[in-house]
């Protein structure tokens, strides 16, 4: 089983079917060929015995997104990836994770007395007890940012990260909500006020991003207990990070802060958004999530007592945001590249050609999940880390392989407590001015926001 690129442009989309039928099938965007997998089988068998030089990041999206992640983690590739991850995996050790783990609780606080005072200033919420209506969708992403923020820099140069932040959600726009002609030749020239756009304002980041690396080179109070200061200190401090006195140099430490800004933000912030979401839609597995937390928490005066340890008494909590990753994947899909000829059985991959590896597709597969597969049922992680599904493969919410996601512990941090923190307080009705459309922007988003009745307990 065979397919090669045409040697000549085309501007053609073709499917060509294998055994794998309607799963696994070549398309074209412009003159490059992708080759669509939803097949967990073969994405097993290429992540088994493909060599990690065999296969990259396609060059035409590395190209289409350098304004916003440069050659950070999630494009780099080769002997420049592992030094990279190498560095950088120390950083997200338990160690280091305990220690902002109380900035996420400020932040997490600060929105809850922001959506009180919403409440207690609003008449009609005060006189019938029903609430006020929230984009909660907006207030999730703002706190995610604002932990990223603490998280990345300290907090000592808040106003910095909030730009870089605004900015990163500005580039995400220009390059995700027009239309793009990724693979069509010069199709850069086809929007060039666009093409503009996003080169400016990935130039103001990084600006923005460098002078922060400096001033703080030129600081005599750096504890490096940031992601900042470790990235500059060679990737732990004593944790296992550097090799000999390997360091990230500036601008690779701008790439991954970029990196690190968009995608543990957005990742995070989605998982939760789309938790509310399905929370809302079922109200028992709230009144379940909430008895969790007063049960096996300790409060004082109505406020549960959060610490990283405690977190993994919430087995209940993992199980909904395992089934909320499963139907509402935060990363839609993962891509990759044939690097050299990839002969795997029957099935022979060219050099060049493009993959996609459409993990809500297989997310939602029924002959993977059952007839109940587009169902949210928690309870089918109760005792399976991959919700019964009939193949290991087939549940990838932080990817696979050595790339799988190098934050995915934070996520898990961050989610337990934001969510802890937001039950202990408010119960959630869907608003009937939601509008259900999830749209791929680089990562699923909803594309209305998700407007959310937000009562007090």
């Known amino acids: 089983m065979t397919f090669t690129p045409p040697s000549f442009p085309t501007f053609l989309v073709g499917k060509i079917h294998t055994e794998f039928t309607g799963k696994v099938f070549i398309y074209w965007l412009g003159t490059e060929p992708f080759l669509y997998i939803a097949e967990p089988e073969l994405v097993k068998k290429m992540s088994t015995h493909v060599m990690a030089k065999c296969w990259g990041k396609p060059n035409v999206f590395k190209d289409d997104r350098y304004p916003m992640f440069g050659t950070g983690l999630v494009m780099a590739e080769g002997h ?14 338990p160690l280091n994770l305990k220690s902002v783990a109380s900035r996420m609780v400020d932040c997490a606080n600060e929105m809850i007395m922001r959506w009180s005072t919403q409440i207690n200033n609003s008449a009609a919420a005060a006189a019938g007890g029903n609430g006020v ?9 703002e706190t995610s940012g604002e932990i990223i923020a603490k998280t990345c820099f300290g907090g000592t140069q808040d106003e910095d990260a909030k730009q870089v932040l605004q900015k990163l959600r500005a580039l995400q726009t220009a390059l995700f909500k027009s239309t793009r002609y990724v693979g069509v030749p010069f199709g850069r020239f086809f929007n060039v006020k666009k093409t503009l756009e996003a080169n400016k304002l990935g130039a103001e980041i990084d600006r923005l991003l460098f002078s922060v690396i400096r001033a703080r080179k030129e600081s005599k109070n750096d504890d490096g207990i940031d992601l900042l200061g470790l990235l500059m200190n060679g990737g732990g401090g004593g944790g296992g990070g550097g090799v000999g006195n390997d360091v990230l140099t500036e601008r690779e430490v701008v790439d991954e802060c970029k990196t690190f800004f968009f995608g543990g933000h957005e990742t995070t912030a989605l998982a939760i958004t789309w938790t509310l979401m399905l929370l809302a839609l079922h109200p028992h597995w709230q009144i379940q999530l909430r008895h969790e937390i007063f049960q096996l928490l300790p409060h004082h005066n109505n406020n549960p007592f959060l610490h990283i340890n405690l977190l993994s008494r919430l087995k209940k909590m993992q199980w909904v945001m395992n089934e909320a990753l499963r139907l509402y994947p935060p990363a ?21 050609t493009n993959m996609w590896i459409d993990v809500v597709a297989m997310h939602h597969d029924k002959e993977l999940w059952g007839e109940d597969a587009n169902e949210f049922k928690p309870e089918r992680f109760m005792e399976d880390v991959n919700g019964g599904c009939k193949h290991k493969m087939g549940y990838l919410p932080f990817g696979f392989g050595g790339r799988m996601c190098v934050g995915r512990n934070l996520t898990f941090m961050e989610y337990k407590i934001v969510l802890t923190l937001v039950l202990s307080k408010f119960s959630f009705k869907l608003s009937t001015s939601y509008h259900h459309s999830p749209s791929i922007m680089l990562s699923l988003r909803p594309s209305h926001g998700l407007p959310l009745v937000v009562q007090p307990l």
């Open 80 to 93: 420049h990836w592992v030094r990279h991850r190498h560095l950088i995996a120390p950083a997200f050790s």
């Open 133 to 141: 209506i929230i984009d909660v969708e907006k207030e999730i992403i």
């Open 332 to 352: 839609p899909n993962v891509q990759r590249q044939a690097r050299e000829d990839i002969q795997i059985e029957g099935l022979m991959v060219p050099k060049g």
